[in-house]
C-alpha cells in the first residue's frame, strides 16, 4: 500500500521569504507521478504542481518548484517570494500509474504567510 | 482549465433523513470520479471510486448501505447520505478525471451538517 507522509503540520513565514514543505511517500510502483495541492480557506483544491516520476527533471510552475529525489522516495515543495494569498493547506499527494488512479493524500501542512 | 460542479454547497438535514450530493464536470467527460470525506483539520479520505455504468468501488471501513454512489452518466456521479446522523456530518468532495493518470479536478465542496 502506498502512504504519504508530511511530518510539518505547521509552518509560518514573513512575506517575500522562501519556505520548503516536505513530503516523503513510500510505494513498490515504478510509475507514478506526485503532486502538491493548495487548499486555500475556500476548501477548493486547487493543483499547484505535478510531476512524473520517470521524468529526472524538477517540476516547476512559476514561485513554485519541487525537490524530487526518487531514490530517496522524497518530494519536497519549495515556495519562493511568498505571498500572503499562499496561505493555505498543502496536501502533498500520489498515484499510481494503474488502473484505479487513485490519488493517496498526505496529512497536509497549514501554511501561514505573515505580513 | 476543467470544472467540476459540486451541489449543494452546503446542507442541513434532520437525524434520520437522507441527502444526495452531486458531482458534474461541466466541460468534459469523466472516466472517472472519487468521493472523498474530510474532517475538520484533516485530509482528504478517499471513501470511494465511481465510474460511468458500473457499481462504486468503496475503500475499506466505508458503509456501502450508507453512503450510496451512483455514476449514471459520464458528466453525474451522486453520493446519497442515507439514514444521515450527526456522525456523518462532514466536509464531502469530489473529484473527476478525464482520462486514466490525468489531472484530477475538484468540486468545490459540500458542508453537511445533520441535526
Known amino acids: 500500500a502506498q502512504t504519504v507522509t508530511q511530518s510539518q503540520p505547521e509552518m509560518s513565514v514573513q512575506e517575500a521569504e522562501t519556505v520548503t514543505l516536505s513530503c516523503t511517500y513510500d510505494?513498490?510502483?515504478?510509475?507514478?507521478?506526485l503532486f502538491w495541492y493548495k487548499q486555500p480557506p475556500s476548501r477548493q483544491m486547487i493543483l499547484v504542481i505535478r510531476q512524473e516520476a520517470y521524468k529526472q527533471q524538477n517540476a516547476t510552475e512559476n514561485r513554485f518548484s519541487v525537490n524530487f529525489q526518487k531514490a530517496a522516495k522524497s518530494f519536497s515543495l519549495k515556495i519562493s517570494d511568498s505571498q500572503l494569498g499562499d496561505t493555505a493547506m498543502y496536501f502533498c499527494?500520489?498515484?499510481?500509474?494503474?488502473?484505479?488512479?487513485?490519488?493517496?493524500f498526505g496529512k497536509g501542512t497549514r501554511l501561514h504567510i505573515l505580513p | 482549465g476543467a470544472v467540476v460542479s459540486q451541489h449543494p454547497s452546503w446542507v442541513i438535514c434532520k437525524s434520520g433523513t437522507s441527502v444526495k450530493i452531486e458531482c458534474r464536470s461541466l466541460?468534459?467527460?469523466?472516466?472517472?470520479m472519487f468521493w472523498y470525506r474530510q474532517f475538520p483539520k484533516q485530509s482528504l479520505m478517499l471513501m470511494a471510486t465511481s465510474n460511468e455504468g458500473s457499481k462504486a468501488t468503496y475503500e475499506q471501513g466505508v458503509e456501502k448501505d450508507k453512503f450510496l454512489i451512483n455514476h449514471a452518466s459520464l458528466t453525474l456521479s451522486t453520493l446519497t447520505v442515507t439514514s444521515a446522523h450527526p456522525e456523518d456530518s462532514s466536509f464531502y468532495i469530489c473529484?473527476?478525471?478525464?482520462?486514466?493518470?490525468?489531472?484530477?479536478?475538484f468540486g468545490q465542496g459540500t458542508r453537511l451538517t445533520v441535526v
Open positions: 473529484s473527476a478525471i478525464r482520462d486514466t493518470n490525468t489531472e484530477a479536478f
Open positions: 499527494a500520489f498515484t499510481a500509474l494503474n488502473r484505479d488512479d487513485k490519488i493517496i
Open positions: 510505494t513498490s510502483e515504478n510509475n507514478y507521478y
Open positions: 466541460d468534459f467527460q469523466a472516466t472517472t
